[in-house]
């Protein structure tokens, strides 16, 4: 083997390590609750030979089918310049089908999967930890009592974290979700040596008779059994963290492998005790697999891989409100890089609090992860089977696959996501509102910051004055000053307000005027040597266009600082940022609900300024204000 393929596997098995502690936490911490809930939870399942084979069985063919297929080997292949998740397959769908009759509908499922997983991402690390702490109860059910107390503090100390960044703590995640991934694979392997007729259950056969046996009851137990595949979306999510090649090798290479061998372990482990045992071990049949000395390692080690899959979690909250925000569906909120190496590491104040807020009134509430479980299940099996429509669209739309072809395929992937999101439908009076309540209002507010700036932009246009004309009229009738003057425009033609009343009440213009514009492409990034486009006016007024792709930040100061451009280069000393400051007022036919209006100035209001989110000087900025009917 040559040098340069041996250092090309050497790179790709460290990212494969790699997206093993980053990426496959939370569905990696499945095996905590999941098998469990289908014996306990709110339609308990009895105890016996046949339902403990058909729930392995189906947990397998779950995993085998949603996982190992749809997201792994197939959704990986959609991605957007390496990068997975709703919004940016939207924005891949976009670019193909945007203009047609139905582009409107794939942008609104994309929203609302997004929406889902701000639900999913208040979930998860409540769910996690809680059911990891759970198992001291296994060690000494006197510690009951101390449950919810160790598990809020492990939370709040979780959120408080946040602001320090992951780059200094994420060199520990990959060698302890290994070491637990070892741990509960070895742990089930004990179990299959005893008890080895659970490997039937790798049959079929098994999942079918178990419905053809229960019916209703099976199918009520699709909302427990697909909590061992919650975090398949994540996968998808993260890839351009680590890439297709890498997450494909540590899924099948080690992942997947060490989670079946662990609920294959469970299975084996009710079936060969007798009926009291199985009873009491079914309540916690995870820490139960390790002998009682070691219980309490177990839990240790259990929780600090809930640990990390929750900081998994809300770094993906983190990312994907980046994406909205570039991509015009969040106001700009205040985001900090916690890296001076990657671009992807950030943290964004308002939302970790705002989660950290939410999982504290979710233990409070639920008080244990049974009941929790009855909240989870709805957010991951609405966003799957939302990725199963967005899917269906790209076998067509863009991968131009034969509509015979496409469709059959899309119809078995639709049947078993459906099936589930429908089994988990019926827990909405139990919990299962939680997500659909935090979905209904993230997506009343994504709808509502893209539609409003729509129309506002719209009105600005209408109201604005074409900037080559107004160059023509004021570069004689207008005292020069010497300097730079840089006017943010929210669009690509017209002059900006900021600029019409600089005029109106000051009476000068500076020596060099540019309008500048910051345009978010519908691809993650955008090259260095593509990020201007500059537009010569004459008499010193220009108008530069700054293009970036929707995963990069956007520092105006440092691209115009490292360039050499329009007359010279930028001393930001001697440059000043002129920024316009609307204020809303209600049409007489407002273009959206009166509601929504007001939610919209609400965000409005909220919203980081730009020079916060732009990176402007602080000592360099003056603001305009006008007024804009919507």
Known sequence: MSAANQERDSAKLKLAA??????????????????????????????????????????????????????????????????????ALVALLSRSIGNTNYGWLVVLL???????????????????????????????????????????????????????????????????????????????????????????????????????????????????VVLAVTGSEALYSDMGHFGRGPMKLSWFGFVMPCLLLNYFGQGAMVVGLPDAAANEAINNPFFYLAPEAYRLPLVILATFATFIASQAV?????????????????????????????????????INWALMIAVIILVLTFQNSSNLASAYGIAVTGAVTIDTLLMGVLFIGVWKWPKWVAIPIVLVFLIVDGAYFAANLLKVPSGGWFPLVVGAIAFTILTTWAKGRKLMRSRMTEMGLPLDIFAKSARSSTARVPGTAIFMNSGSSGTPSALLHNIKHNKVLHERVVVLTVQIADVPYVAESARCEIMDLGDGFYRVILHYGFMQ?????????????????????????????????????????????KLFSWMMRNAATPMEFFRLPTNRVVELGSQVEI
């Open 18 to 87: 790699g997206a093993i502690g980053i990426v496959f936490g939370d569905i990696g911490t499945s095996p905590l609750y999941a098998f469990r809930e289908t014996f306990v939870g709110p339609n308990p399942l009895p105890i016996d030979d046949l339902h403990i084979f058909g729930v392995v069985s189906l947990i397998f063919w779950s995993m085998t089918l949603v996982v190992a297929i749809q997201y792994v080997t197939i959704l990986m292949r959609a991605d957007n310049h390496g990068q997975g998740g709703s919004l």
């Open 110 to 224: 994309g929203v609302f999967a997004t929406a889902l997983f701000y639900g999913d991402s208040m979930i998860t690390p409540a769910i996690s930890v809680l059911s990891a702490v759970e198992g001291i109860t296994v060690v000494d059910h006197r510690l009951d009592h101390l449950v919810i107390p160790i598990a809020l503090v492990l939370l709040v100390a979780l959120f408080v974290l946040q602001k320090r960044g992951t780059e200094k703590v994420g060199a520990l995640f990959a060698p302890v979700m290994i070491i637990y991934f070892t741990t509960i694979a070895v742990l089930g392997i004990v179990q299959i040596i005893g008890t080895p007729e659970i490997l039937k259950a790798l049959n079929p056969w098994y999942a079918v008779q178990f419905f053809i046996n229960d019916k209703w009851f099976a199918f009520l137990a699709l909302g427990s």
């Open 314 to 350: 809300i770094s993906g909250a983190f990312s994907i409100t980046h994406q909205a925000i570039q991509l015009g569906f969040v106001p700009r909120l205040s985001i900090r890089h916690t890296s001076d190496e990657h671009s992807g590491q950030i943290y964004i104040p308002s």
């Open 553 to 597: 930040e956007t520092n105006v100061p440092l691209a115009l600082s490292s360039r050499e451009m329009c007359g010279g280069p930028f001393d930001m000393m001697k440059t000043s940022f002129f920024l316009s400051r609307q204020t809303l007022l209600t049409a007489d036919n407002p273009g959206m609900a009166v509601w929504r209006e």
